[in-house]
């Protein structure tokens, strides 16, 4: 019995393939993780942690990074981009294929104690899973997630084609405002979400999808201060609706959620009288069981419709 307890305790804690971490006053000018074309990008694979990680603390600053061209395959995760304290980072993730993760394809966390600093991403052109193949995108994770903490976050989601992700969302976006207020923008634009075709995993039955809205959007609170203020321009996606799953009733292929207090807002850039109207003529959703494919939760007031350009810039 010491024998094994003594080669337990041995063993290395799981890492991820790649990390770089950035602390105190450090600024990183810019920076490239692969190359203009495949041939020089990088392979990230069979990490039982974290293909790709990225860590910045303390008020460290990353003004430029381009994560592009790389295949990430086979790992717990597949790229983690996460920022604490009062850190930065203006990051592109582009033209990567990924395959076959277990939890999260595309994660970037800000912190729930960060009372500074700023969330800035371009995620574009990526391929997450291979159709036809089960659990390609990822096994139980979320296709493209931003999570956590909120302060200053803008986000551009462009053009990914996200397969084969059966027990989660395609897109997931979900930063919350903790100590101060969060200032959210997402621009949500010609994103392809198709039904997956089935799942290995047991989540919430054998081989039965246990899915989530194929978009989800979330502003909420935790009720120590901050209150979550969210901007969006979505449009051109096409989504399929889950409820065409046994166990996706209640979900929907867009979902926004503005929750705990009035004081958080959620806003979409439109023309037409209420977010469903606005979403159904600007995007498609496919294998519709349920209609209209989108879900206005209400707990805390609805979406509101507002004139293009109300948003600002984005990457």
């Known amino acids: 019995m010491d024998e094994l307890v003594d080669r337990v305790s041995e063993r290395p804690t799981p890492r ?79 033209n990567n294929n990924f395959q076959n993760q277990h939890t999260q394809v595309i994660n970037m966390v800000q912190s729930t104690g960060s009372t500074a600093g700023s969330l800035t991403a371009l995620i574009k052109n990526n391929t997450i899973g291979t159709q036809g193949t089960l659990d390609s995108g990822s096994a139980i994770g979320s296709g493209i997630r931003v999570a956590n903490g909120a302060v200053n976050v803008a986000v551009t989601i462009d053009s990914n084609q996200i397969r084969e992700v059966p027990n989660a969302s395609g897109i997931e976006l979900g930063a919350q405002a903790y100590t101060v207020n969060g200032n959210v923008k997402y621009k949500i634009v010609n994103n392809t979400i198709p039904r997956p075709t089935g799942t290995n995993q047991a989540v919430c039955g054998p081989t039965a999808p246990c899915p989530l809205p194929s978009i989800f959007l979330l502003s909420d609170s935790n009720g120590v201060g901050g209150f979550d203020h969210l901007c969006t321009q979505i449009s051109g996606n096409s989504a399929y609706d889950p409820s065409s799953w046994a166990l996706g009733a209640g979900q929907s292929a867009f979902y926004f959620a503005r929750r705990t207090s009035a004081s958080n807002t959620l806003q979409l850039e439109g023309t037409q009288a209420n977010v469903t109207s606005q979403i159904t003529t600007t995007n498609t959703i496919t294998n519709l069981t349920t209609p209209p494919g989108v879900i206005d939760e209400n707990t805390s007031g609805t979406v509101t419709i507002v004139p293009a350009g109300t948003c600002g810039s984005f990457p």
């Open 16 to 94: 991820a393939g790649v990390l770089m971490q950035m602390r105190g006053t450090s600024v990183m000018t810019t920076g490239a993780i692969g190359g203009a074309t495949a041939v020089l990008g990088n392979t990230f694979s069979s990490n039982s942690a974290t293909g790709l990680q990225i860590a910045n603390a303390d008020t460290g600053n990353i003004q430029s990074m381009n994560i592009q061209n790389n295949t990430i395959s086979n790992n717990n995760a597949g790229t983690d981009l996460d920022l604490g304290q009062s850190s930065s980072y203006n990051i592109t993730v582009q």
